[in-house]
């Protein structure tokens, strides 16, 4: 029997991470991602699967607490005239991009639905926008280091406590960064060690003993390969210039230990691997340094931090609670979690997550690369393929809620295994035609 929430005095604390008693009461513990495989197909399908699903759930539950219009609207149909669905998918098989795929090679999606683009609150946007900007990094990566270059990834941090607005610290940081990147010095240790560009991207983190932890990665690429006195000289000035700036904007001054952190390209990664080319070797050894800095949303957070799509889950998803004398069963939601959700979202409005240094350090120029586009523009780029099923308006509401699922199928299984799901479940649904992408309209 579900009773009332306040049954249950609840502290606000990060649910996931342990067992919690509460009065004779016991805590069920959620699930958590299991590790897998990366080489088993197999395992792979399963965990797009869970993961995807996570994410439409997520995104369903966050539209009752957003004050942002677009990002309630997100998932919802109405891109096409008639306000249908669109099931469609393609094939990789054979294609390089066949081992980040399922068991069949097969990556099937939804056109007509609206997204909001929005980076930092919405889990299915962010997880799109943050993939396309991992691989772009790994592009401009594999470009200078095939051609003898290297690269750093340098993480700035700063104090903070827990009494810290996320604005102003963020506001900290931005006036940090512009000192790292301005200044005479910089010029100087961009002369001496060759210095092609940098890559900058913005994460924040959360937890209850310390607030908000908003953070910097940086990734340094080089033409050729400075010695490490060189890198460590310039490392020094920019951490230099970063404590200055946050100081001057009125916080603490940081400590080199927890402030500061400096990971190396590994050149020997894929030893034991056969690549058809230095530039498919320099893809390889680079896709560590680039997922640290762009997917830090899919991230699980270090320590008692908590990642914003953990903050999500504490926010959105109710902890379990059953009586040890009884078996009663309880729900309760952790309102701190969901406070600091709300700040968060008005904090991060109108930021930008990545930036790129410009002028004679364009690294995109240099990779050859077309110019960048906006969050918006990456998420107007539909699946290419085949079409599978038109699901009108109506019909989409009953799908809706299992709409990962039908992804699955579709992957797993292929068209035929969408329209049998399809059918098992009552589901009105059309046959695409040639009119159906001009006109939004199809026959049965």
């Known amino acids: 029997m579900l009773t009332a929430p306040e049954r249950v005095a609840v502290a606000p604390t990060s649910a996931p991470r342990r067992v919690r008693r509460a009065a004779g009461w016991i805590a069920h513990p959620r699930r958590r991602a299991r590790a897998f495989d990366r080489s088993d197909p197999e395992q792979r399908q399963e965990r797009r699967d869970e993961s995807r699903a996570e994410r439409w759930f997520l995104r369903r539950l966050y539209r009752s607490l957003t004050g942002n219009k677009r990002v309630a609207a997100c998932g919802r149909p109405g891109l096409r005239e008639d306000g249908s669905v669109i099931l469609r998918v393609t094939d990789g098989t054979g294609t390089p991009a066949q081992h980040k795929m399922g068991a069949d090679g097969r990556v099937a999606g939804y056109a007509g639905l609206f997204h909001c683009a929005n980076v930092w609150v919405c889990m299915e946007c962010s997880a799109r926008i943050a993939s396309k900007r991992a691989t772009e990094l790994e592009q401009v990566l594999a470009h200078y280091i095939g051609a003898g270059g290297t690269a750093v990834l340098v993480t700035f941090t700063m104090r903070h406590w827990r009494t810290h607005r996320l604005a102003d610290l963020l506001a900290a940081r931005s006036t940090g960064w512009k000192k790292v990147t301005e200044g005479g010095t910089f010029v100087k240790h961009k002369k001496l060690t060759g210095f092609a560009g940098y890559c900058q991207v913005l994460e924040v ?106 903050l999500a889950r504490d926010a959105l998803l109710p902890q379990v609670w059953e009586n040890t004398d009884t078996h009663e069963l309880v729900q309760t939601y952790d309102v701190h979690a969901r406070a600091k959700l709300a700040e968060y979202e008005q904090a991060m409005h109108g930021r930008k997550q990545m930036n790129w240094s410009q002028g004679d350090y364009d690294l995109r120029k240099g990779a050859a690369l077309d110019e960048e586009e906006t969050d918006d523009q990456v998420l107007d780029e539909d699946l290419d393929g085949q079409d599978v099923a038109v699901i009108p308006r109506e019909s989409w509401r009953a799908v809706e809620p299992r709409a990962a699922e039908l992804l699955g199928v579709t992957e797993r299984g292929g068209i035929e295994a969408a329209h049998r799901w399809l059918d098992a479940l009552g589901i009105h649904w059309l046959r695409p035609t040639g009119l159906t992408e001009h006109f939004g309209r199809s026959s049965t």
């Open 205 to 310: 983190t959360e937890s209850l003993e310390n607030g908000w932890h908003p953070h910097v990665h940086a990734v340094l690429v080089f033409h050729g390969e400075p010695s490490e006195d060189a890198i460590n000289a310039m490392v020094d000035g920019m951490w230099s210039r970063w404590s200055a700036g946050l100081v001057k904007a009125g916080l603490p001054a940081p400590t080199r230990e927890h402030g500061l952190d400096v990971q190396h390209l590994d050149r020997t990664a894929g030893a034991d691997r056969t690549f058809d080319s230095v530039r498919a070797w320099a893809a390889y050894v680079t896709k560590g340094i680039a997922g640290e800095a762009t997917l830090g949303m899919s991230k699980e957070a270090k320590g008692t931090n908590r990642s914003i799509k953990e």
